[in-house]
């Protein structure tokens, strides 16, 4: 079985999970084992120890790389999508949105649902993403947002446009116009 993080358990686990006195040795053991060598270890923040005769707890703060997003993401529009790889068909699809309200590949950011695998609300939350638009099905906490397709929802400072994936808008034409109706509330185009 593959090992999973901490944010993708929490989807399979729903019941809490308890640590029986037994085990400390042996994941003591293990987490020795995981660690790397001191040579190529990495920095983290605090680390704290305590010694108890065959128990240790150890405690290390988790900062996970920021999820990484294609483009400069200027404005501050992020755009997510489903395909793991976008056509050049696509792309050229998803450019002529974005120069029809007035943007360019440069000022947004993409993300595909590959790559916000395992990544939890929190950590997508600290991209600060003024806009959001997602294409099609996305395997991550932003589909628990109470959003419907082709509907514009705020919250805090955010707006989010959910529609159906890249693949599906190109080939349906009424899909297009229901895209380009909420792309002008979206933007503000008259």
């Avoid at 190529?40 to 108890?52: D, L």
């Avoid at 599906?168 to 899909?175: F, H, P």
């Amino acid at each position: 079985m593959e090992k999973s993080t901490l944010g993708q358990l929490q989807y399979i686990l729903t019941e809490d999970l308890f640590l029986v006195k037994e085990d400390i040795p042996n994941l003591i053991r293990q987490t020795k084992q995981n660690r790397p060598h001191p040579t190529e270890s990495k920095e983290y923040p605090s680390e704290k120890v305590e010694s108890e005769d065959t128990t240790s707890i150890v405690e290390e703060p988790i900062n996970p790389e920021p999820i990484p997003v294609k483009g400069q993401f200027e404005k501050g529009i992020l755009i997510l999508y489903e395909e793991d790889q976008l056509s050049d068909e696509i792309m050229e699809l998803l450019s002529k949105i974005l120069q029809a309200v007035g943007l360019s590949m440069n000022s947004v950011g993409l993300l595909s649902s590959e790559g916000l695998s395992g990544r939890s609300l929190e950590e997508f939350n600290a991209l600060n993403a003024h806009t959001v638009i997602k294409f099609g099905r996305i395997q991550h906490p932003i589909n628990s947002l109470p959003i419907n397709n082709y509907h514009i929802y705020t919250e805090e400072e955010t707006e989010y446009l959910f529609a159906d994936s890249l693949s599906q808008i190109a080939e349906n034409k009424e899909l297009k116009g229901k895209l380009w109706n909420n792309l002008k509330i979206l933007f503000n185009l008259a």
